[in-house]
């Protein structure tokens, strides 16, 4: 058997069937053997966010998220804020119908009433549109921590 190489010696490719895994087609070269085969998904976030866990084992999408979430805990400690809950969920429903759900960063209590906070490097469409269901369902206004970068 030949061993893989880097490059195809120039002669055109024949498709091949595709692969189990539901991946685009691989290419095999009909002179030289070589084979030019997909990549597994490599799992990194489409907007380079880095996910992590902390001493807790919680786990964040971003170093960002991350960071806030400790900054709150020391906000907590401090006094300043109670009830410190992280990624608190509420269902979004419309004239009784269940239009998807909303998670978010963590919640807390600040002068008696609640705040729900989002830690956000790029506002998407669908969190622009989770965010006015949630003022429109729950009467609850999402404060977003941006990210620095």
């Known amino acids: 058997m030949r061993q893989p190489r880097s490059s195809c010696c120039g002669y055109l490719f024949k498709t091949g069937r595709p692969l189990s895994t539901g991946l685009p ?20 976030n ?10 807790e084992g919680n786990r964040f999408d ?7 979430y400790e900054a709150l805990k020391l906000l907590q400690k401090a006094g300043e804020i109670s009830n410190l809950t992280l990624h608190p969920s509420w269902e979004l429903e419309v004239n009784g119908v269940k239009i998807g759900g909303y998670t978010a960063d963590a919640s807390y ?3 008696g009433r609640l705040v729900v906070e989002d ?5 998407t469409r669908d969190y622009i549109l989770r965010k006015k269901l949630m003022l429109a369902c729950h009467g609850i206004e999402v404060q977003e921590y941006k990210a620095k970068g």
């Open 25 to 44: 087609l691989s290419r095999t070269c009909t002179q030289c053997a070589w084979v030019d085969r997909c990549q597994e998904p490599s799992g990194k």
């Open 46 to 55: 489409k907007y380079r966010a880095q996910p992590n866990v902390d001493a």
């Open 62 to 68: 971003s170093k960002a998220e991350r960071a806030r």
């Open 109 to 111: 209590m600040m002068d």
């Open 119 to 123: 830690t956000k490097g790029v506002r």
